[in-house]
C-alpha cells in the first residue's frame, strides 16, 4: 500500500462544478504539496502547507494533521482546469524527500 | 527567463548506451533534486543535492550517477541503459528546510527518456 492514498484517481466533471480531490497518508509529515501535471507533462506547484488551509484564486487546500488528510478544492471549475493533481508529502524524518500520491487525473467538460 | 531547465527534452538511445541529462536552475537555491516517473505516472524521488553534496540517495542501480558541478547545476549520468529505465526524469530545486519550516519545490519540463 502506497503511503500516499489519493481518491478519486479519476473525475470528469461538468464546467462550472465545485471540485474536491483527497489526499491521505500514512506516516508522519511536515509539510503536503499539491503539484499540478499538465497534459503537456510540465509540473507546477499548487501549495505547500502544514497546517489549515491556504487559497490561491479558485483553488483552496486545506489539511488536517491530526487525521493525516489534506483535500484540493477548484470552485467554478473551467476546461482549462483539467490535469492530473497530484499530492506529495515530506516526511518527518527530517530530509526533504517527497513522498507521491498516485494522482487524480482531472477532466473538465465545456 | 526559465527558471529550472532540463536538456534534452526527448532523449531516444539504444540499450547499452550511455547518456546525460543536464538539469540548471537560475532561482539560486540550494538543493536539487531527480525524480523518475514511470509509465504509470508515479513519481519517485531518486537523488537530492545540497549545496553540491548528496543528501537524499534512494535505491537506484548505481549505473546512475548524479553530478553536482555547483549548486545551480545537478546532471544525471546514466550508464549502461536498460529498457526499463525509459521514462520521465523531472529535475527540480528549492531552498534547504530551515527552522522547521519546508519550501516548495520547482520542477523542470522533464526529460523523456525512450530506450530501444
Known amino acids: 500500500k502506497n503511503e500516499v492514498e489519493q481518491s478519486p484517481q479519476n473525475l470528469t466533471a461538468q464546467e462550472g462544478e465545485f471540485i474536491t480531490i483527497n489526499c491521505s497518508y500514512s506516516?508522519?509529515?511536515?509539510?503536503l504539496h499539491w503539484l499540478q501535471q499538465h497534459p503537456g507533462g510540465g509540473i507546477v506547484s499548487l501549495f505547500m502547507?502544514?497546517?489549515g488551509k491556504k487559497k490561491h484564486g479558485r483553488l483552496i487546500a486545506t489539511i488536517n494533521i491530526q487525521e493525516k488528510h489534506s483535500s484540493l478544492h477548484i470552485t467554478a471549475s473551467h476546461p482549462r482546469d483539467s490535469a492530473v493533481y497530484i499530492c506529495?508529502?515530506?516526511?518527518?524524518?527530517?530530509?526533504?524527500?517527497?513522498?507521491f500520491g498516485t494522482g487524480t487525473r482531472l477532466t473538465i467538460i465545456p | 527567463d526559465t527558471a529550472v531547465s532540463q536538456t534534452p527534452k526527448y532523449l531516444v538511445t539504444q540499450m547499452g548506451n550511455d547518456k546525460s541529462i543536464k538539469c540548471e536552475q537560475n532561482?539560486?537555491?540550494?538543493?536539487m533534486y531527480w525524480y523518475k516517473q514511470d509509465s504509470k505516472k508515479f513519481l519517485k524521488i531518486m537523488f537530492s543535492?545540497?549545496?553540491?553534496?548528496?543528501?537524499i540517495n534512494e535505491t537506484v542501480p548505481n549505473r546512475f550517477s548524479p553530478k553536482s558541478p555547483d549548486k545551480a547545476h545537478l546532471n544525471l549520468h546514466i550508464n549502461s541503459l536498460e529498457l526499463g529505465d525509459s521514462a520521465v526524469y523531472f529535475c527540480?530545486?528549492?531552498?534547504?528546510?530551515?527552522?522547521?519550516?519546508?519550501?516548495?519545490?520547482?520542477f523542470g519540463p522533464g526529460t523523456r527518456l525512450t530506450v530501444l
Open positions: 502547507l502544514s497546517s
Open positions: 543535492y545540497n549545496n553540491k553534496e548528496l543528501i
Open positions: 506529495a508529502v515530506i516526511s518527518d524524518f527530517g530530509n526533504e524527500k517527497l513522498t
Open positions: 527540480a530545486s528549492s531552498h534547504l528546510a530551515t527552522g522547521g519550516a519546508y519550501n516548495e519545490q520547482f
Open positions: 532561482l539560486g537555491h540550494d538543493t
Open positions: 506516516v508522519g509529515i511536515s509539510a
